[in-house]
């Protein structure tokens, strides 16, 4: 893609039009269940093809969109990533979610974590550990991809289409035999509750609840989770924790809203 094809420069668009049809675009794809492609996009926004094509050549040329898998459309690109990357900082996430998980450690006496969405991964930013002789410890930074385990589950099934459809085919390569069909009743099912419950899964031994939390607009930002032995997550141990979790997680949402 030629780096000089730069919209502002195209000669039906210009100036503060041509901010807000970007700007159009982008808020478009943010609240995409999918991929988006250049009709699509005229149509929802009453654009021209040609001036969405320009607009679109230009994000994909420098990474704010990518082409999608399997797809003719696009999808937010890596850059997109980054700047939210740069938002938690200025944000500061630990600081608001901190106060939140550290009663929710104290209510469940397990330990409690906070994950963000960093690309097509998820990544823990912060824990309060349990007090408890035998209890979970996660490692910081650690990049964990989100087709398995609770947290990862919580996130992804607020995502767009395309996450899931490469979350399956993960899945469906290191396990011959997997259903993809299962998977995305597995995943309604979150969206329904939710909060997502595992049981040595990720970890034999390990069990773990989770919730998702939003920003002001709905576009899911990460989760919270409550994790700890698989024994002292029995059922109705579980269904307790995933109360105390969600009204967590909703809690944090609120607070991001303001």
């Not at 730069?6 to 970007?22: F, I, L, N, Q």
């Not at 005229?42 to 990518?66: D, E």
């Not at 299962?182 to 970890?203: C, K, M, P, Q």
């Amino acid at each position: 893609m030629n780096s000089h094809n730069v919209v502002t420069r195209g000669a039906s668009v210009g100036g503060t039009e041509t901010a807000d049809r970007v700007a159009d675009i982008l808020l478009l794809f943010s609240t995409a269940e999918g991929a988006l492609g250049g009709s699509e996009i005229s149509r929802s926004l009453g654009l021209s093809k040609a001036v969405v094509h320009r607009i679109l050549q230009s994000l994909n040329s420098r990474g704010l969109l990518q082409s999608a898998p399997d797809s003719p459309g696009y999808v937010l690109g890596s850059v997109v990533i980054g700047m939210g990357n740069k938002a938690w900082n200025q944000l500061d996430i630990r600081a608001v979610a901190g106060p939140i998980l550290r009663q929710l450690r104290d209510t469940t006496n397990e330990t409690t974590t906070l994950s963000v969405v960093s690309n097509h991964e998820r990544v823990y930013l912060d824990q309060y550990e349990s007090t408890q002789e035998f209890k979970m410890v996660v490692e910081l930074g650690i990049r964990y991809p989100l087709h398995s385990g609770a947290s990862s589950r919580a996130i992804l099934a607020h995502l767009a289409d395309a996450y899931v459809d490469e979350a399956v085919s993960q899945l469906a390569v290191l396990h011959p035999g997997f259903s993809g069909s299962d998977y995305r009743v597995t995943l309604e099912a979150v969206r329904r509750n939710g909060f997502a419950i595992s049981l040595n899964e990720r970890e034999t031994g390990a069990a773990s609840v989770a919730a998702p939390f939003f920003d002001k607009a709905g576009i899911v930002l990460g989760c919270i989770s409550v994790c700890g032995p698989a024994f002292r997550f029995e059922t109705e141990i579980a269904e307790r924790q995933a109360h105390h979790v969600a009204e967590a997680a909703r809690t944090i949402t609120s607070l991001l809203g303001r």
